[in-house]
C-alpha cells in the first residue's frame, strides 16, 4: 500500500517557483545582471519562458528572489527570524556563544551571496531591486538590535555599553561589505575572516574578561574549532 501523498497544485507551484529562482541565481552569479536573460533562465529552470514571466513577472523580481534563496541556504526565502539558527542564537546559554553562532551564520549568508553581489550592484538603478536591498539591511539592522538588546537583558555586554552603540556596533562590524573586503580583496580565508571578527565583536561587546576568555579558548559554537585555530594567526 502506497502511503506517499500526491503533490498538491500549491506544492508545484512552490517547486517550481524555488527551480526557476535558483536557476536565475546561477545565471546572474555568472553572466551578471545585464547579461541574463528570461530565456536563460527558462532554459535552465527547464521552463517556458511564459512560466518565467507568470512566476515573477519582471527581472528586478528574479534576482530579489535568488538573493532571498541564497541569503536563506537550506531554509530557502524563509523569513530571517523564523530561521533555525536565529532560534539557536536566541536560545544560547552566554554572550560569547550567542556572538559566535551569529557570526557563523551571518559569515555564511555572506559566503552564499558573495557571487551574486555585482548582480545586485548593478541592479541596484532598479527601484525595485533597490527597495528590496534596503528592506534587507533594515532587516538584519532590527535583527542585529534584537539579538543585543537579549545580551542587555542578560547582562551579557560590557559595563558602561549602551544597547544602541552596542547594536550601531555589531551592525557595522559585521557585514557584507567587510567579508567581501577581507577575503575578496585582502585574500583573507573565511576562517580567517570569521576569526577576526568573532575576536572584535567579543572585545567591542563583552567584559574585558569574558572577551578574552572567549577569544583564547574559542567557542561551543559551531565554528568553534575554526575560529580557534583562526586565532593565533592574528595575535591573540
Not at 49 to 54: A, E, I, L, P, S
Not at 204 to 210: A, F, G, H, K, S
Request: include cysteine; charged fraction near 25%; glycine fraction near 8%.
Amino acid at each position: 500500500m502506497n502511503d506517499v501523498k500526491p503533490e498538491t497544485r500549491r506544492e508545484r507551484a512552490a517547486r517550481t517557483r524555488f527551480r526557476i529562482a535558483k536557476a536565475a541565481g546561477d545565471l546572474f552569479a555568472e553572466e551578471g545582471y545585464a547579461g541574463t536573460t528570461i530565456e536563460a533562465v527558462a532554459h535552465r529552470a527547464g521552463v517556458a519562458v511564459q512560466t518565467v514571466y507568470f512566476v515573477f513577472h519582471t527581472k528586478p523580481q528574479l534576482l530579489v528572489e535568488s538573493v532571498q534563496i541564497a541569503g536563506g541556504g537550506s531554509e530557502g526565502g524563509s523569513e530571517v527570524m523564523a530561521r533555525a539558527w536565529i532560534q539557536e542564537v536566541i536560545a544560547a546559554p552566554d554572550g560569547a556563544r550567542r556572538l559566535a553562532l551569529a557570526i557563523e551564520h551571518g559569515s555564511l549568508i555572506y559566503q552564499r551571496l558573495a557571487p551574486l553581489w555585482p548582480a545586485i550592484l548593478a541592479a541596484l538603478a532598479e527601484p525595485e531591486v533597490r527597495e528590496a536591498w534596503e528592506r534587507i539591511v533594515r532587516g538584519r539592522r532590527e535583527g542585529m538590535r534584537r539579538i543585543v538588546d537579549l545580551m542587555a537583558s542578560r547582562h551579557e555586554l560590557r559595563s558602561g555599553l549602551d544597547p544602541s552603540i552596542a547594536s550601531d556596533i555589531l551592525f557595522g562590524l559585521h557585514r557584507h561589505e567587510l567579508y567581501l573586503a577581507f577575503t575578496h580583496e585582502a585574500g583573507w580565508t573565511f576562517d580567517r575572516y570569521r576569526a577576526w571578527t568573532y575576536a572584535t565583536l567579543c572585545d567591542q561587546l563583552l567584559p574585558p574578561d569574558v572577551a578574552r576568555s572567549a577569544v583564547l579558548q574559542g567557542s561551543p559554537a559551531t565554528a568553534g574549532l575554526a575560529l580557534a585555530q583562526a586565532l593565533p594567526e592574528l595575535g591573540h
